[in-house]
């Protein structure tokens, strides 16, 4: 599985080259969804970028907190983050401030096979971000990434609660705070390794029981809800 996501998020850094009047609109996904995809979660500082080809960069980063995988804190690692826009979407008329340098990452090893020659020539790094992995702080507040339009890159938006923002099922106006996103985070890696303990089950009938009972879930801001949209 990580495979496949790992290929689809270097062939959407690569696409931003290429006309893409005929693409699908690039996925964005809950973050019990992002868990699963990645190898590793972690809060970085990004520092120098560096161009692979001329139109795919990656970046440094210094990892501060480890939430998930066997990355250490203070270990300086480049990550493929090509693809994500700083800037507001325009529709929105809403100027946004330099985000920070720290930045949420959702990251998985990259298939080396699956590069394009290009890249394969340009030292590549072994870590990409995956399909809308990566969550920024301004003032305070999380913004998640989606496409606004096509053809066009990731741009942020207010993370509201999770899984429901991603739904549109929550009004949300600012994003919520990085203690507030890290606590949805934690609940959302429960999910994520329910499913894959779920999905690991050899009885049939067992299995799709257990999937049935963590797709069923219910959370404490909607009590009376399932986490029916937990996984996307």
Same mark, same amino acid.
């Given at each position: 599985? =990580?495979?496949?996501?790992?290929?689809?998020?270097?062939?959407?850094?690569?696409?931003?080259?290429?006309?893409? !009047?005929?693409?699908?609109?690039?996925?964005?996904?809950?973050?019990?969804?992002?868990?699963?995809? +990645?190898?590793?979660?972690?809060?970085?500082?990004? !520092?120098? /970028?560096?161009?692979?080809?001329?139109?795919?960069?990656?970046?440094?980063?210094?990892?501060?907190?480890?939430?998930?995988?066997?990355?250490?804190?203070?270990? +300086?690692?480049?990550?493929?983050?090509?693809?994500?826009?700083?800037? =507001?979407?325009?529709?929105?008329?809403?100027?946004?401030?330099?985000?920070?340098?720290? &930045?949420?990452?959702?990251?998985?090893?990259?298939?080396?096979?699956?590069?394009?020659?290009?890249l394969k020539?340009?030292?590549?790094?072994?870590?990409?971000?995956?399909?809308?992995?990566?969550?920024?702080?301004?003032?305070?507040?999380?913004?998640?990434?989606?496409q606004f339009?096509?053809?066009?890159?990731?741009?942020?938006?207010?993370?509201?609660?999770?899984p429901y923002?991603?739904?549109?099922?929550?009004?949300? /106006?600012?994003?919520?705070?990085?203690?507030?996103?890290?606590?949805?985070? /934690?609940?959302?890696?429960?999910?994520?390794?329910?499913? +894959?303990?779920?999905?690991?089950?050899?009885?049939?009938?067992?299995?799709?029981? &257990?999937?049935?009972?963590?797709?069923?879930? =219910?959370?404490?801001? =909607?009590?009376?809800?399932?986490?029916?949209?937990?996984?996307?």
């Amino acid at each position: 599985m =990580h495979a496949r996501f790992q290929a689809l998020t270097v062939m959407l850094a690569i696409l931003s080259a290429a006309p893409l !009047g005929r693409a699908a609109m690039m996925l964005h996904y809950d973050l019990s969804s992002l868990v699963s995809m +990645s190898d590793a979660v972690v809060l970085a500082e990004r !520092g120098q /970028e560096r161009k692979l080809t001329p139109y795919v960069s990656a970046a440094t980063y210094t990892i501060k907190k480890v939430y998930m995988g066997t990355l250490a804190a203070g270990k +300086s690692v480049e990550i493929l983050d090509d693809g994500y826009s700083m800037d =507001h979407p325009v529709s929105l008329d809403v100027a946004l401030p330099a985000p920070d340098k720290d &930045r949420v990452l959702f990251i998985s090893k990259i298939d080396a096979a699956g590069l394009s020659a290009d890249l394969k020539k340009s030292n590549p790094p072994s870590w990409s971000v995956v399909p809308s992995g990566m969550r920024i702080m301004i003032s305070g507040h999380v913004y998640r990434f989606e496409q606004f339009s096509n053809p066009g890159p990731y741009q942020p938006a207010p993370q509201g609660r999770d899984p429901y923002d991603v739904r549109d099922e929550l009004p949300v /106006e600012a994003g919520v705070s990085l203690a507030t996103f890290e606590a949805d985070l /934690e609940k959302a890696m429960e999910r994520a390794k329910a499913f +894959s303990g779920a999905l690991k089950q050899t009885d049939k009938s067992k299995r799709n029981a &257990r999937l049935l009972e963590v797709l069923a879930a =219910h959370d404490p801001i =909607h009590p009376l809800t399932p986490y029916r949209y937990g996984f996307n």
